[in-house]
């Protein structure tokens, strides 16, 4: 055998090989981002048990949540009921914008980053109202597109609080964040 015959045939088998790598990289990679996104759907959902397994647990917020966002007895809440009101919207937003961020990064699938978007803007007036932060621009911009497709239908509940607001003003100046809802 020739040393020209020898070097091609290694060529073409290191070839091979460096082609069978690639093939067999992008496999792996396939599996890690199913195992990845798995994961992650699942930390998601069990941080959603977790928030309203506490939630269940603790009768005075849960009664308090119930009469403001459930029956609209708005009026039966003091502005500290507000404020914790407040800071479980400001919860709620952060995982609806955490899903957003994902959704952008190919992490999460249209239909949970539908739903959020809906949840996200079914809260919008009681977002506004409460002044929680807007911690990214881009989501605020989101939620307001949202509002204005032909499918968004507000809740009976959100259009209450939203004639409920004219005659009430917010108690809270949106002072403790540089970008608020409003």
Partial sequence: MKHSTILTIT??????????GLVFLIVELRQNSTIALSQIR????LSIINEY??????RQFTSMLHKALE????DSLSKDDWNQVRLYETARMVRLEDVFFQYHNGLI??????????MAASRLPFWKWLKVAA????????VDAFTQRSDFKK???????SEWTKENPS??????APSVYE
């Fill in 42 to 45: 699942q930390e998601r959902t």
């Fill in 11 to 20: 060529t073409a088998c290191g070839n091979f090989a460096v082609l069978a």
């Fill in 71 to 74: 029956d609209g007895d708005f």
């Fill in 135 to 142: 911690i990214n621009p881009d989501f605020k911009v989101a």
């Fill in 109 to 118: 699938d249209d239909s949970a980053y539908d739903f959020s978007l809906a």
């Fill in 155 to 161: 809740a009976v509940l959100t259009m209450e609080f």
């Fill in 53 to 58: 397994a506490m939630f269940a647990q603790n």
């Fill in 171 to 176: 108690p809270f100046r949106g002072i403790w």
